[in-house]
C-alpha cells in the first residue's frame, strides 16, 4: 500500500485554500496519495473574504466582488457548483462618479480600463480642462520609454497623460485596487500590460484601441458576464463551498492553530522534513510546506532557515485598510445618490477613498425599502483614521457623504470593519525581488510561498496562484526520491 505523501499549507485565506483544493485535485490526477492539513491561527476561513447577513441585508466586510476577465475565479466557481449563484452587476445604474475639485462628475463609460469607449462624454464630463484633455491625448505622440529597469505608476502615467488625468482620474483608480501610493508602486508589477502597450504600439492610446478591435466576439456559450461579478448571498459562499468540499476530500482543516515556528531536518538525501512547532505545544511534520500568509508573517517564520528570505520578505509593505457598512431608509436616500457609487483621488485630500451604493450595484443585497452603501477607508497615509472608535469613524463618513452628495439620514444598521496590514504594497523593484526570493529558498525543496503578497491582489489572483504552488509541491512529491 503506498504511503501518503504528506504536505501542511499554512493559511486559510482564499490563497490557502485555494492552494488545498487544488492540491487534492494535481495529486488525484498525478496518482499520487497525499495527506493535506490547513492550518489557520485566526478563528474563520476565508481570511479577509466575510460576509455578514442582518435582516435581509448582506454585507461583504471585505472584498465584494472579482474580476470575470481572469478566468481562475469563475472556474473555481464551476468546479464547487457555484455557477448558478453567480451574479452580474445591476443592469440599470452603471454610472460610476468620481470627486474632482470638490464634486461628483461621472466617469465616462469604459474610463476603468484607461480609455473612454465614446469621447464626447469624456469631454463633456468637466473631469479634465481643455489643456488637460488635450495633453492626456499626447500620448499618441509621445515616444515609447525604456523598457530596462522599473518605474513608478505615477511616473509612468504623468509621463504618458500628463499630471492631471493622472492625479484627477487615473489615480483614484489605481488606488482603489491597491491603496496604496502610486509614487511608490511599481508598473511592472502592477499593471504590466500598459509598458507592453507602450513598448509594442509607442502609445497606450493606439494600444487600447488595437487591442479592442483585436478581441474575440463574444462567445455565444454561457451567459455573458460584467466586468464584475458576486455571488448572490455574498462571496462568503465561496469560501463555505470551498472549505465543505475540502472537508470532503478528507483535507485536515484545523482553526486557531497557530504556528511558531518551523525547522527542517534531512527526511533522505536531498529531501528535507519539515517540522511545525505549534502554539500548543505539539509538533507537526510534513515532506512539503506551503505558506499562504501574508509576507510579513512568512518573513517571521523562515528568518532561522535564511535570513536572506526574511530580510526580502520583510521589504514587501502592507497598508491598512477598512470598509464602513451603513443601511439607510429607500426613501430618505432618494436623490442623494446616484449609479453605483464613487472614488475619491488623493488630490482631494478627503478621509473617504471611494463609496459603493452596494444595493443599487448588486441584487438581492437589501429589502426593497432599504439601501445598503459601503464607505472604503485607510490605505497608505491615509490609515490612522482606522485608530479612531467606530463611533467616530461612522461620524466622520456620515459627514463625508453629507458634504460631498448630500445624504443626510439616519442610517438603519453600521458596521465597521478593519484590515490591519491587509493590502500588500508592489512597490519599485517588487518583482526583481521575487526573483531574488525564489533564489534565497531554491535549496529548500517542497518549500513554496503563495498569496496576495507576490503576483496579484485579486481574488483570481490568489486562486490562480494557489494552483501554480500546488503544481510545485505534487511535481516536488512526484520526483526522485519518492518512497512507496
Not at 333 to 359: D, H, K, M, N, Y
Not at 371 to 385: A, K
Not at 419 to 442: C, E, F, V
Request: with cysteine; net charge positive; aromatic share 6%.
Amino acid at each position: 500500500m503506498t504511503t501518503p505523501r504528506t504536505v501542511v499549507v499554512i493559511g486559510g485565506g482564499i490563497s490557502g485554500l485555494a492552494t488545498a483544493f487544488a492540491l487534492q485535485e494535481q495529486a488525484a490526477a498525478a496518482g499520487l496519495a497525499l495527506r493535506c492539513t490547513v492550518l489557520e491561527s485566526g478563528s474563520t476561513w476565508g481570511g479577509k473574504i466575510q460576509t455578514h447577513r442582518t435582516d435581509g441585508l448582506i454585507a461583504d466586510a471585505g472584498p465584494d466582488s472579482f474580476l470575470s476577465q481572469k478566468p481562475a475565479g469563475l472556474e473555481l466557481c464551476r468546479k464547487l457548483g457555484l455557477s448558478e449563484q453567480l451574479i452580474n452587476t445591476n443592469e440599470t445604474g452603471k454610472k460610476a462618479f468620481v470627486l474632482s475639485r470638490g464634486r461628483l462628475h461621472e466617469l465616462p463609460e469604459g474610463l476603468i480600463t484607461f480609455v473612454p469607449s465614446q469621447l464626447g462624454p469624456f469631454l463633456r464630463s468637466g473631469l479634465l480642462s481643455w489643456t488637460g484633455l488635450a495633453r492626456m491625448g499626447l500620448d499618441v505622440m509621445i515616444p515609447r520609454g525604456s523598457a530596462e529597469g522599473d518605474e513608478s505608476l505615477a511616473s509612468f502615467f504623468r509621463r504618458r497623460f500628463g499630471a492631471q488625468a493622472f492625479e484627477r482620474v487615473l489615480e483614484p483608480l489605481m488606488a482603489g485596487i491597491y491603496a496604496g501610493e502610486a509614487e511608490q508602486m511599481s508598473l511592472k508589477a502592477t499593471f504590466p500590460r500598459f509598458l507592453e502597450l507602450e513598448q509594442q504600439y509607442g502609445s497606450i492610446i493606439r494600444g487600447m484601441a488595437a487591442a479592442r478591435k483585436k478581441a474575440p466576439p463574444p462567445s455565444g456559450t454561457g451567459p455573458k458576464r460584467t466586468m464584475f461579478v458576486s455571488l448572490k448571498n455574498g462571496l462568503g459562499d465561496l469560501v463555505s463551498a470551498l472549505t465543505a468540499r475540502l472537508a470532503q476530500q478528507g483535507v485536515d482543516l484545523r482553526l486557531g492553530c497557530a504556528v511558531d515556528a518551523v525547522r527542517v531536518r534531512s527526511h533522505q538525501l536531498g529531501r528535507w522534513m519539515y517540522d511545525l512547532n505549534l502554539r500548543d505545544g505539539s509538533v507537526i511534520s510534513a515532506e512539503s510546506l506551503v505558506l499562504a500568509t501574508p509576507a510579513y508573517v512568512a518573513a517571521d517564520l523562515l528568518r532561522p532557515l535564511t535570513p536572506i528570505a526574511g530580510g526580502l520578505l520583510e521589504m514587501i509593505p502592507y497598508a491598512s485598510t477598512g470598509t464602513v457598512s451603513m443601511a439607510f431608509p429607500a426613501s430618505a436616500v432618494s436623490g442623494a445618490v446616484q449609479g453605483f457609487g464613487f472614488i475619491v483621488p488623493r488630490a482631494e485630500a478627503r478621509e473617504l477613498i471611494a463609496a459603493t451604493w452596494t444595493s443599487l450595484k448588486w441584487p438581492h443585497r437589501a429589502p426593497a425599502d432599504q439601501v445598503l452603501i459601503r464607505c472604503y477607508i485607510g490605505g497608505v497615509g491615509r490609515d490612522g483614521m482606522l485608530n479612531r472608535d467606530d463611533a467616530a469613524i461612522l461620524n466622520t463618513v456620515r459627514a463625508e457623504l453629507a458634504s460631498l452628495c448630500g445624504l443626510t439620514a439616519e442610517p438603519t444598521y453600521t458596521e465597521v470593519n478593519r484590515w490591519w496590514k491587509a493590502m500588500p504594497q508592489y512597490t519599485i523593484g517588487h518583482l526583481d525581488r521575487l526573483t531574488q526570493l525564489d533564489a534565497a529558498l531554491s535549496r529548500y525543496g517542497g518549500l513554496v510561498l503563495t498569496g496576495a503578497g507576490y503576483r496579484g491582489v485579486g481574488i483570481p489572483d490568489c486562486i490562480r496562484d494557489g494552483a501554480v504552488a500546488a503544481e510545485k509541491v505534487v511535481r516536488h512529491l512526484s520526483g526522485p526520491g519518492r518512497s512507496a
